[in-house]
Every structure is written in C-alpha cells, then in structure tokens.
C-alpha cells in the first residue's frame, strides 16, 4: 500500500472557505491542527512541566491499552488532560511510531498552547487544561481522498455507501459499551452498478474508547453526512475528526484493518 501512497492527498476548509490540497506521505505531521491561542503557557512554567510528564505517559499508555488511553498529570489549575488514539486500518507498528512521535512533538505543533487537538497518518492526540473526556468533537481535521479515481455509477454507490455507513455508525457506538470492541465496526456490502458489474465497499468506523453509544452517535452522524457532500463519487473516502474517523473503499484498495494485540 505504502507505495500508493502519494495518491492520497488531503483536503481541509480553513475558515476562509478555502481548499487546501496536501500531498501526504509525512506521517508524523499534523493536518491542520487545532492550537489554542490565548491563555498561553510559558516557558518552564507548571504547566509545561505537567505536559511533559503527560507526554512522556501516553504513549506506552496506549500501547498497553490495545491503542486507546487518557490520562491527566499535575494538580489545579495546571492539570494537564490527555488523550490518544490509533487508527485500525493503520498497522501496529505505525500506530506506536505515530502516538510516541505525536507525544514528542507536541510542543512542536502547538508551541505554548494550552490546548491542543491533532489528527495524524496513523493517531489522534489531544491535551487540554479542560477536562473533555467523555464529551464528543466531531470536528472534522482533514478529509482525505484518492486524487481522480471515481466510480463509473455515482448514484448506486451513494446508496450502497450510505446504507454501511449507517450501520456501522450504530456499531461503533454499540461498540463503545466494552472496551475489548474497541469502539468500532466494519464491514462490508455488495452492489450491482449501472454497467451490471458487482462491486463491494468496505467500511469502518472508529469513535475514541472515552465516549458513551450517545456520543459516538453523535460524532459519526457528522462524519458519516460530511461522506455525501465531500465524496460524491469516489472509490476513496476518509473524514478524520478529534473523536471519531469513518473510512470507505470501493472494492476494499487502502482498507485492510489490523486489530491491536
Ligand atoms: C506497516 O505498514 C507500513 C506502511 O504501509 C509497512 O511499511 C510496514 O511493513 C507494515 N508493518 C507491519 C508489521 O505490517
Ligand atoms: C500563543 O502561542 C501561539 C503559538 O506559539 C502564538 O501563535 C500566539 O500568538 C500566542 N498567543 C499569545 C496571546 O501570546
Ligand atoms: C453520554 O455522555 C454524555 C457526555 O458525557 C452525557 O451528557 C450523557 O448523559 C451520557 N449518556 C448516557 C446515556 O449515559
Ligand atoms: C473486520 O475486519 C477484520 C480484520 O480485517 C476482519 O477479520 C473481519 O471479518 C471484518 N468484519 C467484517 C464484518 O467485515
Ligand atoms: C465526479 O464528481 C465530480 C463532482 O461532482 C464531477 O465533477 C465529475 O464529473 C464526476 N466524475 C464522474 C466520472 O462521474
């Protein structure tokens, strides 16, 4: 898959409205991050240090807990929240480089910021004075998509795609009651398109392992809707937002799903 990658390229609407096209291929680089701006920490302060304790927790934290961990470090006012996740159609060994290159990173990404939410190649992470656990954003970071591969028969696939998404969305948040579910679901489903060919999509969707069926609901119900607007006939489509990730593949190219240990 790997060296198909450059083909995948990454959208996001800055505020502005504008579309903004990256090529990926750097997998430990932010897309788009959310960086708070006011309320800045400084240097050497509690704060930074309780980060830094934080960062260096959450990593092995997550590789301990099947790719999922939250965590806090410090007392009040200077208590850093901490969350991250993996991606399951990213392998093993791309989710632990990804959440220790995250965590490394931080201050990087978002130098003094108090707050910050990133989506990566193969994780999530997030840190905040706030506590949010619990609490869904379906803010969607990037969109991600095959540059010109389209199906032949739009219509059919829409429907198709909107039937398994749908499904899984209400399997990711039943997921969400047992942490060995991992809060997601995949699957499959066929469909006969215009031309008579039999075609397949494959489907996941993934909510972080904090939220309850509510707001797993919650998250994916945006995502799955931005799928319709964003893609309208692309064999390749993936929404990553700071509580939840959905992913389709006409014909199943780019989705192999590889289970935590
Ligand atoms: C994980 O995926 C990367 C990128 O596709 C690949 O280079 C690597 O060989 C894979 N590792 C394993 C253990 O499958
Ligand atoms: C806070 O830090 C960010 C990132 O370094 C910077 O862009 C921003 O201007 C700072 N804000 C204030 C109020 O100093
Ligand atoms: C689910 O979580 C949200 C946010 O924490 C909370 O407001 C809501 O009451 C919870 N719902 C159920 C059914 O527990
Ligand atoms: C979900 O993915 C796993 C791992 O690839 C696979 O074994 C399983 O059959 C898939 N589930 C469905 C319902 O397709
Ligand atoms: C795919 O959708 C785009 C946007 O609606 C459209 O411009 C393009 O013609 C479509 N391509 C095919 C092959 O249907």
């Given amino acids: 898959m790997s060296q198909h990658n450059f083909f995948v390229i990454a959208m996001t609407w800055l505020f502005t ?18 960086c708070s701006n006011t309320d800045n920490y400084t240097m050497a302060s509690e704060y930074q240090v309780n980060l830094v304790s934080l960062m260096s927790d959450l990593p092995q934290g997550a590789i301990n807990n099947r790719g999922f961990y939250t965590s806090m470090a410090g007392e009040a006012p200077d208590r850093v929240y901490g969350l991250t996740m993996c991606y399951v159609d990213r392998n093993w060994t791309q989710c632990q480089d990804c959440v220790r290159a995250a965590a490394a990173g931080v201050q990087q990404t978002c130098p003094f910021s108090r707050e910050m939410e990133a989506c990566y190649d193969a994780c999530i992470l997030r840190y905040s004075n706030v506590p949010f656990f619990s ?5 969607t970071a990037v969109y991600m998509f095959l540059r010109s591969s389209v199906v032949s028969d739009a219509p059919s696939m829409v429907a198709a795609r909107q039937t398994l998404m749908s499904q899984l969305a209400a399997g990711a948040a039943a997921a969400e009651s047992s942490p060995q579910l991992l809060g997601l679901a995949n699957g ?16 996941l969707t993934q909510c972080t392992r904090d939220l309850n069926a509510s707001e797993c609901t919650r998250c994916l119900t945006e995502t799955v809707n931005d799928l319709s607007s964003t ?13 939840c990730y959905v992913v389709y593949s006409v014909g199943g190219d780019f989705l192999t799903i590889t289970l935590p240990p």
């Fill in 135 to 139: 609490v869904a954003d379906p803010t």
């Fill in 17 to 34: 409205g504008t579309i903004v096209l990256v090529v990926l291929g750097q997998p430990y680089t932010a897309y788009y991050p959310y």
């Fill in 231 to 243: 893609f309208p006939n692309d064999t390749y489509g993936a929404v990553k937002a700071y509580s």
């Fill in 188 to 203: 499959s489903v066929g469909y006969t398109d215009s031309l008579g060919a039999q075609q397949v999509i494959y489907g």
